[in-house]
Nanobody, 119 residues
Framework: QVHLVESGGGLVQPGGSLRLSCAASGSIARFNVMGWYRQAPGKQRELVAN???????NYADSALGRFTISRDNTKNTVYLQMNSLKSEDTAVYYC?????????????WGQGTQVTVSS
């Protein structure tokens, strides 16, 4: 069983920045992928970015150039630095951890953290 705890969400003005963190504990596969998904009201959950144990990253087009995902393997923690935030980034952001050879969207999930971009 894996436990994921997210932090760092909140209210920010358009153009501002936020940094999300997610700490994992429990039975963590050595070769894994940690990532961030988001779900806006009335929309499906979508991938924002992910990063595997070796540091290889993958970004949604909407995140490219504005968001940076990173991880600290010693702390089993993944971060999402979000810059130049837009109103359309408003969503609940969920942390995900899965075994690297399992399908995207599977694995364990955090409880979610709200990000609201508004003036």
């Amino acid at each position: 069983q894996v436990h994921l705890v997210e932090s760092g969400g909140g209210l920010v003005q358009p153009g501002g920045s936020l940094r999300l963190s997610c700490a994992a504990s429990g039975s963590i596969a050595r070769f894994n992928v940690m990532g961030w998904y988001r779900q806006a009201p009335g929309k499906q959950r979508e991938l924002v970015a992910n990063i595997n144990s070796y540091g290889i990253t993958n970004y949604a087009d909407s995140a490219l150039g504005r968001f940076t995902i990173s991880r600290d393997n010693t702390k089993n923690t993944v971060y999402l630095q979000m810059n130049s935030l837009k109103s359309e980034d408003t969503a609940v952001y969920y942390c995900n951890l899965r075994y690297a050879l399992s399908a995207m969207g599977t694995g364990d999930w955090g409880q979610g953290t709200q990000v609201t971009v508004s003036s």
